[in-house]
């Protein structure tokens, strides 16, 4: 069975420091991996999206890194902001012509003053 | 407006009555998928539509729930004979091509259901 983990389940950092957030997975066979931002009642907005040969993709202060040897992913928070506070969503396609994403629960951060 | 639309934002029923949920994608976007997400959980997969047709219903939970498309454009979500554990958020999404290709997906800001 298709699954992906993330792990914190919740986080809170200080404004300006640096977090990572964790993605395993085991969807097979593997397509891309995505990580989503989504503020509290809002859709998951895309922040990036990977493939097998890319080990790592940046967008702003925003760095995901993939290790598809070990299907993991992270996503690295760079001076973090008060808008940074979101749950953080680590989504898996499996490939062979299918369209099927597989998403994780979600890292909810919390960044404070 | 640009973005992916949905209709009603909030939606209070009574156990037992029929729902009808709305979603406009982006004008031009050949793929829309619906999801839902109970409170603290993450999204799950209902179905998926590509041009008017549906490849892949297995997201379904139950035949009370069935969904169309139509012009390849508006689509609806319907869910009978709702039950209390139907309340969530019902998202939407559409992309220009297959998400599964690595097309980008654009979310709408949800239908809160509620089911008394």
């Known amino acids: 069975k298709n699954q992906v983990e993330q792990s914190p389940q919740s986080l809170i950092i200080l404004e300006g420091k640096n977090c990572t957030l964790q993605c395993n997975y085991t969807v097979s066979p593997f397509s891309n991996l995505r990580w989503y931002k989504q503020d509290t009642g809002r859709g998951p907005v895309s922040l990036t999206i990977m493939t097998f040969s890319e080990n790592t993709k940046s967008n702003g202060r925003y760095t995901a890194t993939l290790d598809a040897d070990t299907k993991q992913s992270s996503l690295h928070i760079t001076a973090s902001q008060l808008s940074d506070s979101a749950s953080y969503i680590c989504v898996v396609t499996s490939g062979g012509g299918g369209n099927k994403l597989t998403f994780g629960t979600g890292t909810q951060l919390k960044v404070e003053l | 407006g640009a973005g992916v639309s949905q209709s009603p934002s909030n939606k209070v029923t009574e156990k037992g009555k029929d729902v009808e949920l709305r979603c406009d994608p982006i004008s031009g976007h050949t793929a829309l998928y619906w999801y839902r997400q109970r409170l603290g959980q993450g999204l799950e997969f209902l179905i998926y539509?590509?041009?008017?047709?549906?490849?892949?219903k297995s997201g379904l939970p139950s035949d009370r729930f069935s969904a169309e498309r139509t012009g390849e454009s508006v689509s609806t979500l319907t869910i009978q004979r709702t039950q209390q554990e139907d309340s969530a958020v019902y998202l939407c999404?559409?992309?220009?091509?297959?998400?599964?290709?690595?097309?980008?997906?654009?979310f709408g800001p949800g239908t809160r259901l509620t089911v008394l």
């Open positions: 999404a559409s992309s220009l091509g297959l998400a599964g290709a690595g097309d980008t997906q654009y």
């Open positions: 539509f590509q041009g008017n047709s549906a490849p892949d």
